[in-house]
Structure formats: structure tokens, C-alpha cells
């Protein structure tokens, strides 16, 4: 089946205005009838709920954690995009459309993009009234920074903690429609599945994480706003919770997930010290501004760094290979993340990598030390300053940027960075793919809607960095609360949904009959083990770079490791009370079925863009080659337990000329 | 490193508790809850049930994590969630207790984890400023000065993890309120609202069980994000204004 993405008609700039202007409304009289479910108080999530509530539907919020506070959106460090060109250095919603497009190397949608980088501007005025403290000039205004893949400086920040301080002013948000009852607000309630009626989507079932207890929730319509499905990988950035669980029983619905082999490799994170880590730490992309990336040239240099006889430090500048400035000068260490992670990888394939596992690349401030410092020094008239002066003084301007992180790398790796260059190494950290969803965000399931990282919508194959907060704030306060209008104005003759409905009965139990089984197998293996293992596969053969014969021979090895958890998974105690294990226990079941979704999806297609790279289609310098021709469509699964179904939705490219990506 | 603990566990509120002893084999370049993760793994062969602990972000920012180590919250190292703290600040053959936050406010839910929603109700109490989407007006239009701005972050810097509460003696929310008071009312849009939600913040906060301030700094000292007790001294001023001025 071709899908139909519901864009309006028009030129591109004209689109979502005209469309926002024309859309159908529901009276404020009806809205107070008409009830919204919303899962997940992330930043797409808790923004949605909030605006919803404003607006003056009824609200009723899910999220699994204990406060709506701890999404993982919290963790965001680096920033945030927005069109704003305060910095006058020739930004436009244009250019932010363009970088988006291109950044996600040309298979997302136009429009949806455009609209992006249209709100963008929105969010940061939102988002200064609500009280979040960004970073500012000492004259009071904004300040900026760049992030990779882009050479305008659009980025807003707060300190590292951007997420922390944009998910706090939507919680705040929240937290004020909670307490003008127009909200009501479930915590540590874990959606299991959704309710359709006559095919729209009325309703879910949340497992109540305290009693375990099933509770059965029915509304006008349901927006999930779960976010991403990176920890499939088992190691990743992401916080321990994040799963697919919501979307994925969606799927199991008739939902469609869409574009699932694309998965962003972040360049920057620390590397994996050993078996017993369950999580890796980023380091926030917007250290690449001011840290260069380097190995060592000769081979006799690793292995003394790797025995431990040498530091970075040591190596002489001449013996340095800066392969990111050597391959790429025009972008030097700012290349999207997708390119920095491959030659990370390259760099250590190739037998350079500077740490006990090879696995690592240095990060390294000593340049740019030197540079604040000489320039600081130069401020604070202070002539003829000696290096040591100069180092503090440039140490200073980089703690001032970067020091929570460096003290971050330094409580987990034991090593100062202002001192010895930072090791790095890429890992998994967010996931492009995700429900599919029109122009309004409403999956192919009526009444269903996605928002934030759980949607597949604007990033393509590949996402800039600081474009996932912007994504998910502008869906959340800017999109979905007006286009899920055009669902409800048709429903303001439905009656309140009763729970009572035969459908809600046979979601309840099947949903009791899927946790009564995982308890009943008793088998020998911990649902962790199936998870590492899992994660294994999928790094090996879906990760960095993939190609046909792994990725057969990895969807085998999945299918099989799913009956093995199906018939050996060890959970302990009842479903009738507060039980962890249980909960993971399900998501790792729900990961298993969504790892063979993006293998398939990998095999799929038969080219390299953004976050899928295949070793068979690359050109002679080993960067990654697009087909245009064949492949510029967004997959969307339709799951089926033996043979996943394809369906396509053809991107049309009206406003950007397709051209290979190059960042030389 | 051989390790031995001495866990919390409790089956809910009304249940009473006591401490498990367990030994552990650990790598000092671990962290706590990796540590943790080796111990229920361990417990899960034997088929027993893990000790429950709260956790998610594993970076410091979440405020997840709650465990009174050595009758310390978060541990020893100061300015450090429990999910940053590593093993090499143990010694080997070492004996670690651990024990979930204790306050009134806080009812045990299972083993470490505890029910944190008062915080949550304090919030909703009048911690925001309210202003609804689309509201706002261009984000330079009003320009706040750098030291300002930063005096604002340090106190939102707060991650709600309840170690303040926990460091207490007498179970006071003081520094999380102020907290979220002087970041609010340091800056120039949610200084409209500062005195009504001073008042209603504090209120919510003392209906809420929480104790008294009696100055101890104990908050401060233990609080990972090292958020200045001085916040609390501006809440008292802005609180008895507020008071004054609302009975003229
Ligand atoms: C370490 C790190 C740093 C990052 N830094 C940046 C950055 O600097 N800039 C940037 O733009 N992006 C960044 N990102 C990406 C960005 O943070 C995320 O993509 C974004 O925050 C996702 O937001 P969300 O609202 O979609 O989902 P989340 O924040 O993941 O929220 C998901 C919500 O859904 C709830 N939920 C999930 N499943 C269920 C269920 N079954 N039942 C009930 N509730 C459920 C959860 O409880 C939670 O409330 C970073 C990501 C990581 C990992
Ligand atoms: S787990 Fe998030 S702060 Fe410790």
C-alpha cells in the first residue's frame, strides 16, 4: 500500500500557515468533552499534554517513571536549534530546512521539515518565558554556540543541561495544568497496549507499577510521545528505562514503524570499559567545537599509549593524524555525526585506536586552551604572558564552557581532560526511525498520533545535533496540538469512551495473558542476559556499517534468541505487585521483535545514507553512496510474526536539489 | 575488590525492614550501581528477588538514584549522585552500607525505592510561571544580565532527587523549595508571580509533612548538586514579606 502523507497544498513556505489557519477547530464548549491520552511527559509528551490542557481538552497523562521530571529528555547536554539568526551570520528557516535536509542526507519530508524550522523560533521564546536560564552574552542576549554539520551558530544552550532546563519548563507547564485539573496525571503507569474500536484508537492499557494492577484508560484519541528505541543496542546513551514498548504494542495494533534501520551512532561518547557496563556516557557533540579529533600516525605510538607508556601528550605534532581536518577541511571536526562516527571507526579498524580495547580516538583542548588563553590574556592586558600563564588562563574559558562535562569524564574515567586529551569512541544514541506519521503526526492507525523521538518524521537518516529537542518541543507546543484538531473535529458527537467496551476486555487480557507468561517459564537465563545479547547482534551486524550476508545471518540469530527467551527467561515474584523485573522483561521482548524490524529494514535498503551504511554501496573513498533512483522512500513495516510486511511512502524532493552530501 | 553489604530491604510502607548482608566481587573501575547490577544478577542465579533500586539516566541528571551510603545520601563524595560515584573510592574487603532515603515524606515502597510525589505536588503547589504556549513574547526582547542568568541556573540546577530531605534531621524540603523559588523569582518573568508562589509553595511543602529548617546546612553539604543554603535565607525574606504584606 503507497501512503499518503496528507501534506497541504501550496508552496513550501506557505504550507503550514495557511494550513494552521484553515484547519478545522473544535469549539472551546466541545474540547471540554473531547478527552486526550497522551504517554509520555518527555519533552514532546509533557509539552503536548500541557498545550492539550491549555487549549481545553481533557487530558490524561502516563508516564512509567515516578515523576513526570525524569524523561530521559532530561539527560540532553549540548542544545538546542532555532532559525533565530540572532548571531546576523545569514541564518534563515530556510537554512535550517536545508541543513535538516541535507544533514538527513534527502529522505525525510519537505514540508514537515519546513514547518520545523518554522516553529523552531517559537520554542526559544516559549521557552525564555517559562524561565528557562539560557546561556547569555555579557550585553544580556542570548548567546549561541554551532553544532556539527552546520557553519552558522544557531544553537541555544544551558550550561551542558539543555534538556534538563527545557524538560523542567515543560514539566512546570504540566505541573500548572495538573493543578488547574486539567490534567490528570498517572505516574509509574506503564502503557502495555492500545484499544481500537472500530479501528480508531480509543484507549489503552497501563499497568499500574505500584500494584501491578491493569487499569483500562479510554479517550477520544492517543498520542504517543514514548521516545526512542536505541537501547535495542543494549549499550547506548540512552537512560536505562527508554524502550519501544508503547510504540511497539502500537505496531502489534496495525501501526506501521517506519524507516527502523536508521540509527544515529553519536561520535563523541565515552568508550566501553568493560562486561559488567549496562550504559555509556556521552560527551555532548558541542565539545567537537573546540576539541580536535586525532590518532596517532604510527603504529609504535598506539602501542605505547595502549601499554601505557606514552600519553597523547607525548606525541609530537607531527606524528598526529587529524583525520577529520585532513579528510574533510571544509567542515574539519564539525561533520554531521554520522561521518565523525565512520571515521572513528575507520581510525580504529585500521589499527590506531589508543585505548586497552583499540576501541578510542582522542578529543583533545590543548589547541583551543592555548587559543582562549592567548586571546584572554590579550583582553586582561597581559603582555608577554608564559605558556603557564596562558594554559591557565585558556583552562579557565574552557572550564567555563565545558565543565560540567570534563568533571562528568573525569568521575567516570578517573583521567582530568584538562590535562591528558579525552578518549572517545562512538555508541548508539537516538534512533531517526519511529511510527510512521502524516503532515498531522497521526499514525495510519486513526485517532493514534506520535510525537517527539517515538515519530520517524523530520530527520531522515540522519539528525543534526540539538535538532532532537527542537523536534520535540516543536511537535509537542507548536504541531500536534492544533493538527490533532482535524481528528477531533469529527468526534465531537462521540460519547465519552467506555472502558466497558468489549475491545477494552480483550486488550486487558491479553495483556494479563503476556505478563502471566513471562512469569510461568521459570527458565535458567535473566532477562539482562537476553538484552546484552541482543545488543551484541545488533552491533555487530546492524550498527556502524552493515551489509547483506550479516544481516541475513543476524535476523536468524534474533529469531532464535526469541524463542530462547520465550522458553528460558527467568522473572521472579507476581504480577500483582511492584516488580522491575518484570517490567524490563517485557520491553526486552517487545526489543526482540523491534531488532528483526531494523534488520529487515537494512536489508531493505539497498544503498548507504546518513546512519545506514552498507559496506556493498560506497564509493572509491569509502563514503557512503545513496540511490537516489530506488530508494528515496520511507519505509513503513506492518508487522506480522513471520514475514513483516513493506509499505512505502514516496518522498518528492520540489525544493532541494538532491546531491551527494559532501562535507570536504 | 571483595566487598561487604549491608542492604536495606522492605517489603512496603507498612512492613517493617532490616538489613541483608551480601558479599560482592567488584572492579574499582565500576560504578555503585554497576556494582549493584553484579549483585542482582548474582541474586537472580540463585533465583531470588533483586534488591530494588531506583535508576535511570545513570549521568547525574535524572535525580533516580537515592541511596544513603555509609549513612551518607549519595555517598561519600561530595557534589556526586550515586550513579556517578565508582568503586574506587572503596577500599577492598570493605563494609558498605545502604539504605534508602528516610523522611516522612518519603514512604519506603520496596528495598531503596521510595515514593518522591510530594516533590511533584510542591511543584504543582506554584513552581512555574504561568504563561501558556504561543504567549510569549520574542525571546531577546528582554535582555537579563550574564550574572543574573547564572545565579538562575545554579539554583534550577536542582535534579529533585530528595537528598536534601534525606541529609536532614528533621526531614525539611527547604533548599529543593527555595530552589526552585530563587530560580523562578531571580529572573525577570517569574517575578510577577514570586509572592504568591512563595506562599503557596511553602504551604504545600509544610502540608506535606516535611520538617522545619533548623540551619544545620546538612542539605547543602549532601546535595549533589551543591545548591547554596543561601536560597533558603532569600525564601524566608520573600516568605515573611509575603505574609506582612498580605495581612495589611
Ligand atoms: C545523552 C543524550 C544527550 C542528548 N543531547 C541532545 C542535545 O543536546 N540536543 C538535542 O536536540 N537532542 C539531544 N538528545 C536527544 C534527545 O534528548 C531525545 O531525542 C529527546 O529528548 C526525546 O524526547 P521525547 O520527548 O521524544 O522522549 P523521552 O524524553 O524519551 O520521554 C519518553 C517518555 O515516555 C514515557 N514512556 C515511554 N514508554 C512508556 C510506556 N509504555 N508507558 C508510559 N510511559 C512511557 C517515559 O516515562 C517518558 O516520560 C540527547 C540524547 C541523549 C541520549
Ligand atoms: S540515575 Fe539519574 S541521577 Fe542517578
Known sequence: ?664 | MKLTLKVWRQNGANEPGRFETHQVEADEHMSFLEMMDVLNEGLLAEKKTPIAFEHDCREGICGSCNMVINGRPHGPNSGTTTCQLHMRYFKDGETITIEPWRAKSFPIIKDLVVDRTSFDRIIQAGGYISVNTGQAQDGNSIAIEKDLAGQAFDAATCIGCGACVAACPNGSAMLFTAAKIAHLGLLPQGEVEHKTRVQSMVNQMDEEGFGACSNTAACEADCPKEISITNIAMMNRAYMGSVLGSQK
Open chain 1, 1 to 664: 500500500m503507497a501512503l499518503n502523507a496528507n501534506e497541504p497544498k501550496g508552496n513550501l513556505d506557505e504550507k503550514w500557515t495557511k494550513y494552521r489557519s484553515t484547519m478545522n477547530l473544535v469549539a472551546p464548549n466541545n474540547k471540554r468533552r473531547i478527552e486526550v491520552i497522551v504517554v509520555g511527559t518527555g519533552l514532546a509528551g509533557a509539552a503536548a499534554a500541557a498545550t492539550l490542557a491549555e487549549l481545553g481538552y481533557k487530558v490524561k497523562c502516563f508516564t512509567f517513571h515516578d515523576s513526570p521530571r525524569r524523561a530521559h529528555s532530561i539527560a540532553a547536554q549540548g542544545g538546542i536549534n532555532a532559525a533565530k539568526n540572532y548571531q546576523n551570520d545569514g541564518d534563515s528557516v530556510y537554512r535550517l530546512f536545508y541543513d535538516t535536509i541535507k544533514g538527513g542526507d534527502y529522505r525525510s519530508r519537505e514540508s514537515n521539515v519546513h514547518r520545523l524550522a518554522e516553529v523552531s523560533r517559537n520554542i526559544i521564546d516559549q521557552a525564555v518565558a517559562q524561565g528557562v536560564p539560557f546561556a547569555r552574552e555579557y550585553g544580556g542576549l542570548l548567546a549561541n554556540r554551532s553544532f556539527g554539520g552546520v557553519q552558522v551558530s544557531r544553537t541555544f544552550y544551558a550550561r551542558g543541561q539543555t534538556g534538563q532546563q527545557l524538560l523542567l519548563g515543560a514539566y512546570q507547564s504540566l505541573s500548572r495544568q495538573i493543578s488547574l485539573g486539567n490534567v490528570e496525571m498517572f505516574n509509574r503507569h506503564e502503557m502495555l497496549d492500545l484499544v481500537k474500536i472500530d479501528g480508531k484508537a480509543r484507549g489503552i492499557i497501563a499497568r499500574n507499577l505500584l500494584t501491578g494492577k491493569l487499569e483500562r484508560f479510554g479517550a477520544h484519541s492517543v498520542v504517543l510521545a514514548s521516545g526512542g528505541y536505541g537501547n535495542v543496542f543494549y549499550l547506548s546513551t540512552n537512560a536505562m528505562g527508554s524502550n519501544v514498548t508503547a510504540a511497539w504494542r502500537a505496531v502489534k495494533r496495525g501501526a506501521y514503524m517506519a524507516n527502523p534501520c536508521y540509527t544515529q551512532i553519536h561520535p563523541t561518547c565515552i568508550p566501553v570499559s568493560g562486561e559488567y557496563q549496562s550504559k555509556l556516557t556521552l560527551m555532548s557533540e558541542s565539545l567537537r567545537n573546540d576539541g580536535r579529533v586525532w590518532v596517532p600516525k604510527m603504529k609504535e605510538d598506539v602501542m605505547a599509549i595502549r601499554e601505557g607508556k606514552k600519553t597523547g601528550n607525548d606525541i609530537p605534532e607531527g606524528d598526529r593524524d587529524y583525520y577529520l581536518e585532513r579528510r574533510y577541511p571544509a567542515f574539519g571536526n564539525l561533520v554531521p555525526r554520522d561521518v565523525a562516527s565512520r571515521a572513528a571507526k575507520i581510525a580504529c579498524d585500521e589499527g590506531h585506536g589508543v585505548n586497552k580495547t583499540g576501541l578510542a580516538v582522542f578529543l583533545d583542548f590543548s589547541s583551543a586552551i592555548i587559543r582562549y588563553g592567548t586571546s584572554a590574556a590579550h583582553s586582561q592586558n597581559i603582555h608577554n604572558p608564559s605558556a603557564a600563564k596562558i594554559k591557565e588562563l585558556g583552562t579557565e574559558v574552557i572550564a567555563a564552557k565545558y565543565g560540567n562535562l570534563f568533571e562528568m569524564y573525569e568521575k567516570i574515567t578517573g583521567e582530568n581532560p584538562y590535562i591528558l586529551p579525552m578518549k572517545i569512541y562512538p555508541a548508539v544514541h537516538y534512533t531517526m526511525g519511529g511510527l510512521w506519521v502524516d503532515y498531522n503526526l497521526e499514525t495510519n492507525v486513526p485517532g493514534l498520533f506520535a510525537a517527539g523521538e517515538a515519530n520517524f518524521s523530520d530527520h531522515g537518516a540522519n539528525r543534526l545535533g540539538a535538532s532532537a529537542l527542537m523536534q520535540g518541543l516543536a511537535d509537542g507546543y507548536f504541531v500536534l496540538p492544533y493538527t490533532i484538531g482535524q481528528f477531533l473535529s469529527n468526534e465531537i458527537r462521540t460519547p465519552k469512551i467506555s472502558t466497558d467496551a468489549p475491545e477494552f476486555a480483550e486488550a486487558e487480557k491479553n495483556t494479563k495473558d503476556k505478563l502471566e507468561k513471562i512469569l510461568s517459564i521459570k527458565g535458567n537465563h535473566t532477562v539482562e542476559s537476553f538484552h546484552r545479547r541482543l545488543g551484541k547482534i545488533m552491533w555487530e551486524y546492524c550498527g556502524m556499517s552493515r551489509n547483506a550476508e550479516g544481516l541475513k545471518k543476524a535476523r536468524q540469530m534474533v529469531r532464535d534468541l526469541r524463542a530462547e527467551f520465550w522458553s528460558d527467561v527467568f522473572v521472579p515474584g507476581t504480577a500483582e505487585e511492584f516488580n522491575p523485573e518484570l517490567e524490563k522483561a517485557g520491553r526486552v521482548a517487545d526489543f526482540l521483535e523491534m531488532g528483526e524490524t531494523m534488520i529487515l529494514d537494512a536489508l531493505d535498503r539497498n544503498e548507504s545514507c546518513g546512519g545506514h551504511f552498507r559496506e556493498e554501496y560506497k564509493s572509491p573513498e569509502g563514503e557512503a553512496k545513496r540511490n537516489d533512483e530506488d530508494y528515496a522512500y520511507v519505509s513503513a513495516w506492518e508487522w506480522d510474526d513471520t514475514e513483516p510486511i513493506l509499505h512505502k511512502e514516496e518522498l518528492k524532493f520540489e525544493n532541494v536539489e538532491l546531491k551527494t552530501r559532501s562535507y570536504k
